[in-house]
């Protein structure tokens, strides 16, 4: 079965500090890996993009990284700020024809002062 | 720039009522998508579409409807409202496959509409 499991559920740090959040897979044939932030009551926004080819890939003060072959991703923030605290989703689009994804539950991060 | 505009925000409804959830995006986006997400759950793909004309199950499609009568508009039809419809809806699109896409495949999301059936 094609699953997308993040950990932690729920985080809480303190501002400045450096968190890394987890996404396993286990989507086969995979395409593509895509890291979303969600605001309270937003839609969600993109943060990076990132192929079967690419190992590591950093969008300001996040940075994605890949594992294709454990099937494993991380996003690792740096320097958090308290406009970091937001829902995390991995989203893991399959290979093949149309565009099938399967999103995670997500990552509850909060930053406090 | 509007990106995917979704309306409405907030909606009640009764038991057995019918709505429509309007998503429309400037983009020239050939693929559009509604999803529903409910409390710890990921995003879960109710119909998509990718152009005009074309409309497409999703995973849980059951109770709703959609129709692509033009590229920028794909709206969300709820016939008969029940209690487990109760989620928030999100639309989304890209540009999967375009020639004139630019950004791979980001899916751009609208901002969201809660929707409570009692």
């Known amino acids: 079965k094609n699953q997308v499991e993040q950990s932690p559920q729920s985080l809480i740090i303190l501002e400045g500090k450096n968190c890394t959040l987890q996404?396993?897979?286990?989507?086969?044939?995979?395409?593509?890996l895509r890291w979303y932030k969600q605001d309270t009551g937003r839609g969600p926004v993109s943060l990076t993009i990132?192929?079967?080819?690419?190992n590591t890939k950093s969008n300001g003060r996040y940075t994605a990284t890949l594992d294709a072959d454990t099937k494993q991703s991380s996003l690792h923030i740096t320097a958090s700020q308290l406009s970091d605290s937001a829902s995390y989703i991995c989203?893991?689009?399959?290979?093949?024809?149309?565009?099938?994804?399967?999103f995670g539950t997500g990552t509850q991060l909060k930053v406090e002062l | 720039n509007a990106g995917v505009t979704q309306t409405p925000k907030f909606r009640i409804l009764k038991i057995g009522q019918s709505m429509t959830l309007q998503c429309t995006q400037d983009?020239?986006?050939?693929?559009m998508y509604w999803y529903r997400q409910d409390p710890g759950m990921g995003l879960k793909l109710i119909y998509y579409?990718?152009?005009?004309?074309?409309?497409d199950k999703g995973e849980v499609p059951n109770g709703y409807n959609v129709s692509r009568s033009t590229t920028e508009d794909f709206p969300l039809r709820l016939e008969l409202a029940a209690p487990s419809q109760t989620s928030v809806y999100f639309c989304a699109s890209n540009d999967l496959g375009q020639r004139t896409s630019t950004r791979g495949n980001t899916i751009y999301f609208g901002e969201g509409s809660w929707l409570t059936v009692v």
């Open positions: 996404c396993n897979y286990t989507v086969s044939p995979f395409s593509n």
């Open positions: 983009m020239n986006h050939n693929y």
């Open positions: 989203v893991v689009r399959h290979a093949g024809g149309g565009n099938k994804l399967t």
């Open positions: 579409s990718v152009g005009a004309g074309i409309t």
């Open positions: 990132m192929t079967f080819s690419e």
